[in-house]
Nanobody
């Protein structure tokens, strides 16, 4: 079994910064692509940023220039540095990873339970 646990959410004012972390643990053979998604109640979950195992990144237009995704492959951990936060960034942020488990073939997608970010105006 594989578990993803996010941390770092909280309440901040507009213009401030937060750094989210996500640690993958369990029967991990290899972690491939990792990502951050976010969801506002009543809306669909949206992709925020992705990062490949060789550090290639991609961002949603709404966060380009403000958010930075990174990872530590040795610790199966990813981060999301969020700067210049806006009220519209308020959401539950979810960690996502494609993981190959020990003793299994192929990659399976896993999700964390989310961490809440609230940005006040």
């Amino acid at each position: 079994q594989v578990h993803l646990v996010e941390s770092g959410g909280g309440l901040v004012q507009a213009g401030e910064s937060l750094r989210l972390s996500c640690v993958a643990s369990g029967s991990i053979y290899r972690v491939k692509d990792m990502a951050w998604y976010r969801q506002v109640p009543g809306k669909e979950r949206e992709l925020v940023a992705t990062i490949t195992s060789d550090q290639g990144t991609n961002y949603a237009d709404s966060v380009k220039g403000r958010f930075t995704i990174s990872r530590d492959n040795g610790k199966d951990t990813e981060f999301l540095q969020m700067n210049s936060l806006k009220p519209e960034d308020t959401a539950v942020y979810y960690c996502n990873a494609a993981v190959r488990e020990i003793g299994k073939l192929g990659y399976q997608e896993f999700w964390g339970r989310g961490t809440l970010v609230i940005v006040s105006s």
